[in-house]
């Protein structure tokens, strides 16, 4: 393994739960931003396989929702449609970047409401053992 193979390997290994997810997002992100450049140079085997690769992060992340969760429905359902949507712009006569952006769109959305949650959490734990430390 190369230098930079292994720091890479280093980091994933020492992020948190939550810091993970993110870059779970930002990775969905990155394969829809990919698609859109595939598809305006025409090279669909690259935006398949873009569309392909987020289809399976978006079932990755509906995968590992905990159901004991109130929200982890409305979840489920918003990466069920997503997943919908992504097989619908695949199938399509007509490809269109702009369905490709709305789907990035909502990811995007998601990613910041659990970023903004996350550091929301993080904050409050911080504060509590303050105070438990008094």
């Not at 997810?21 to 394969?31: F, P, S």
């Not at 997503?82 to 769109?105: N, T």
Request: glycine content about 4%; some cysteine.
């Amino acid at each position: 393994m190369n230098g930079y193979s292994q720091y890479k390997e280093k980091s994933i290994y020492s992020m948190s739960g939550p810091e993970l997810l993110l870059l779970v997002y930002d990775e969905a992100i990155k394969r829809l931003t990919r698609a859109e450049i595939s598809l305006e140079d025409k090279n669909y085997k690259d935006f398949e396989d873009c569309l392909n690769r987020t289809t399976k992060i978006v079932r990755y992340l509906e995968d590992i929702l905990d159901m004991q969760q109130p929200i982890a429905w409305d979840l489920k359902r918003i990466y069920d449609y997503l997943v919908y949507d992504l097989s619908r712009v695949r199938a399509g006569r007509e490809r269109q970047k702009s369905e490709i952006g709305r789907i990035r769109h909502i990811l995007s959305e998601l990613r910041e409401a659990f970023n903004g949650a996350s550091k929301k959490v993080s904050d409050n734990h911080i504060v509590m053992e303050k105070e438990i430390r008094g």
